[in-house]
């Protein structure tokens, strides 16, 4: 991937985020994690179990005008391949029509995601479908950075993107394959996501896409939750490092930012924080939800928007 040159630092209007008190600025979106939330105007919600850490993330920014949050839903039950297609389609052309040609971040709240063999599985159909609507609408944009995990079956494809005017620099992890080129066993179509992003209005922001104890393209650990929290930080801390390389500014989880971490097992909640402190993640600033992860060996994912400096 290579990013649009040059890449200019903008001065001033500095997006900021607050976690469960607003900042400066004005209010474009906020994630409320609470059970029974509803979505409005402006208020998006995820329907998954909070287990731990701030119950609203409110994101700010003084330039607010230049970012526009977005959020689709499938009907429950619609075939997950052509729910996928269906929503990124009108996704890139709600977009489109607006002026916001670039995707920062997508959220992909995918229903039973694990279930089915080969390539019949949800998250490789749902892989296939979107992949399809990037053919059709988005193939000559890079790929933003993205999350996809899972949720009840019951549900139906939920999509959240955040999108801008200004095209974003493009990261990539050097310990992990890029997902855009996974090998075949993967699926008939690799997942169209970047590592990470650098957006925002001051351009100080690093977006980084969900995370798992991933090398190479192999999943490592399986079925030791905490040697997979070790192993996802790694993988942090390299693209911490590929995004000061790419742009000269500090990356860390000892800058400000938000955090969400994604937990298979419920019962790991305790295990799983004790080896985020160990690692220094902010647990203040850390939102765990209740969700099934893309692979089922995996059983933790960690993504975040990190401030540059």
Known sequence: ??????????????????????????????????????PGDGVFTVDMAHLAGP??????SADAGNLLFVELRAAPGEDIMAAAERLYRELFRHLDERGFRHIIKAW??????NHGEGDDEIYKRFCLGRARAIDAAYADRPM??????????????QVQALASREAPL?????RQVSA???????????????????????????????TAAIVG??????????SQVEETLRNWQSLFAACTTATGLKAGFDQGGAYRVYLRHADDLDD??????????????????????CRPELLFELDGVVALT
Not at 55 to 60: C, D, M
């Open 1 to 38: 991937m290579v990013s649009p040159e040059p890449f200019p630092q903008h001065a001033g209007a500095a997006m900021s985020f607050a976690l469960d008190d607003a900042s400066p600025g004005t209010e474009f979106a906020r994630f409320d994690f609470r059970p029974g939330a509803r």
């Open 55 to 60: 119950r609203i993330e409110s994101w700010t």
């Open 108 to 113: 992909n709240h995918v229903p039973d995601i």
């Open 144 to 157: 933003p950075a993205g999350t996809g995990v899972g949720f009840s079956a019951d549900a139906g494809l």
């Open 170 to 174: 493009y990261i990539e992890n050097p």
């Open 180 to 210: 855009f080129e996974y090998p075949r066993q993967y699926g008939p179509r690799s997942p169209s996501f970047s590592r990470a992003v650098v957006a925002g209005p001051g351009r100080d922001r690093l977006f980084v896409s969900g």
């Open 217 to 226: 393209h192999q999943s490592k650990h399986a079925d030791c939750l905490v």
């Open 272 to 293: 799983c924080l004790a080896a985020l402190a160990r690692g220094g993640v902010p647990l203040e600033k850390t939102t765990v939800l209740r969700a099934d992860i």
